[in-house]
């Protein structure tokens, strides 16, 4: 017992260590601490710019690639031929196809979206998603050229479809678009609805029949006319894309792609050429072009084409746009 009380006693009479005792004792651990903790900061930062200067060497090294591939076909890319054009894309895609799309972007109905419509069937996963949306967005600036056409300023009445062919406004559509819209009264107006939903009133420059073509103008029009060639020659099996209307109504439209089945099929002593292409009610008087950008033909009715339940579109062809429109296109 007089043992624990001397114990106490000393432990009450020694001095309490300060604040710098503490410090004092503990110093050799804070110093060994810190200089880890300062080792492990160095090395991880000796690291991140280690690892920042291989990135940027990697992505040197891939734009010097890209660069390389691009100019091995650079000779190619530059003929005014499309298909060579075409052609040097889908080679330069087997050495790169982001770069590949990238080009088909730049080059689009110049080879371009020859190339995509090859890339888009040829690839998988993310490649083919690219190139579909690069051929969906490069067929969206031809829609500038086509309008629809109304009873009144609204696109909820459209009738039909037409597209821009002259510096003047000049449009030209199906004569059964015209009578759906003026009846026997063409000496009145009806209106276009462009992409952007303004209207402005057209007049009737030219008809013949609902079975033929019709030219209509409407005066303050300034938009781009389609490309229609001199001469194009329809394939069988030809790929073709066709321009016409949201079929959920509003503004809008929405390029349908198909190939020509028939070359020449005369119904009701008029040759059309017959396409599996899908549209809507209301397409009538769109511009199918193929992959170049070109006229090929208009929608002007539906055939079936294999007696059960398919339903082909005939067009009338690009020669007999040009044939119209030089005698009647002033």
Do not use: C
Not at 182 to 200: F, H, K, P
Not at 288 to 316: E, H, P, R, S
């Amino acid at each position: 017992m007089e043992t624990q009380v001397s114990e106490l006693a000393e432990a009450i009479e020694a001095p309490r260590k300060d604040i710098w005792d503490i410090i004092e004792s503990i110093s050799g651990l804070v110093t060994g601490g810190v200089v880890a903790v300062a080792l492990f900061l160095a090395t991880q930062f000796y690291q991140n710019r280690q690892a920042v200067a291989q990135n940027r060497h990697d992505e040197q090294q891939l734009k010097i690639s890209r660069i390389e591939t691009v100019s091995g076909f650079m000779d190619y890319l530059q003929s005014k031929d499309k298909r060579t054009v075409a052609a040097s894309i889908k080679a330069i895609s087997a050495l790169d196809a982001d770069i590949a799309i990238e080009l088909a972007k730049i080059f689009d109905f110049d080879g371009g979206v020859a190339a995509l419509i090859d890339l888009a069937s040829g690839e998988k996963g993310e490649r083919a998603t690219q190139a579909n949306i690069a051929l969906k967005s490069i067929f969206e600036r031809l829609n500038r050229s086509v309008v629809l056409l109304s009873k009144d300023t609204t696109s909820e009445n459209y009738r039909g479809v037409g597209f821009v062919v002259g510096t003047r406004g000049q449009i030209i559509t199906l004569g059964f678009v015209v009578d759906t819209i003026l009846g026997e009264a063409r000496d009145q107006e009806g209106y276009i609805v462009t992409l952007d939903n303004s209207s402005q009133p057209f007049v009737v420059k030219h008809y013949s029949s609902p079975k033929e073509l019709a030219l209509v103008q409407a005066d303050s029009l300034d938009l781009p006319a389609l490309n229609i060639p001199t001469s194009i020659e329809a394939e069988f099996f030809m790929d073709v894309f066709a321009l016409v209307p949201n079929p959920h109504g509003g503004m809008g439209w929405r390029a349908t792609s198909g190939k020509i089945i028939e070359l020449s099929k005369e119904l009701s002593g008029q040759n059309y050429i017959v396409t599996d292409l899908a549209a809507n009610t209301g397409a009538g008087g769109s511009p199918v072009v193929d992959k170049y950008g070109q006229v090929v033909g208009i929608i002007a009715l539906k055939y079936n084409y294999n007696k059960k339940d398919a339903d082909g579109i005939g067009l009338l062809p690009a020669k007999d746009i040009l044939h119209f429109l030089e005698q009647h296109l002033r």
